[in-house]
């Protein structure tokens, strides 16, 4: 089975065993000749092929810490699991709002899975509530979810 798991650890070999970091997503890109940009403008992050066949990577320069992490993660989520095909039909797709909302979904699974391996989920589980941070424990209950679906 090609699960989302299964398609991040082969671009990324360490998914499972531990936490991607910062320079983990700097160098995969680098590898892959994938621009990163940082940049007051951009609300979050965004993912860009050209009509080229150039990938950028664009994040808020305001970022820094766990929310770098998860933004930079995510777009790399959509680089690995939606990169564009030249077809016409897949271009007309990619705007489709059901389309959009699965490649998100997908892309914020992706990212739960790159950042909580299954070793350290009971621990981020603990240190989430402590914190208060809705926004991880929403991470954390994708991973958990995915987890209870596919057993990874």
Do not use: W
């Amino acid at each position: 089975m090609n699960t989302l798991f299964d398609r991040l650890k082969k671009a990324l070999p360490f998914v499972g065993s531990r936490p991607v970091t910062e320079d983990d997503l700097h160098d995969f890109c680098e590898t892959r000749g994938v621009d990163v940009v940082f940049a007051h403008e951009i609300r979050h992050g965004l993912y860009v092929r050209t009509e080229m066949g150039t990938d950028h990577i664009f994040l808020n320069s305001m970022l820094y810490g766990h929310s770098l992490v998860y933004v930079f993660a995510h777009e790399v989520a959509h680089m690995i699991l939606h990169v564009p095909t030249r077809s016409r039909r897949a271009a007309k797709m990619q705007f489709s709002g059901d389309l959009s909302r699965r490649m998100h979904d997908e892309a914020e699974t992706a990212a739960a899975l790159m950042m909580y391996p299954l070793a350290k989920i009971e621990r981020s589980l603990i240190e989430a509530r402590s914190i208060g941070n809705p926004h991880i424990n929403q991470l954390l209950a994708r991973r958990v979810n995915y987890l209870n679906l596919y057993n990874e």
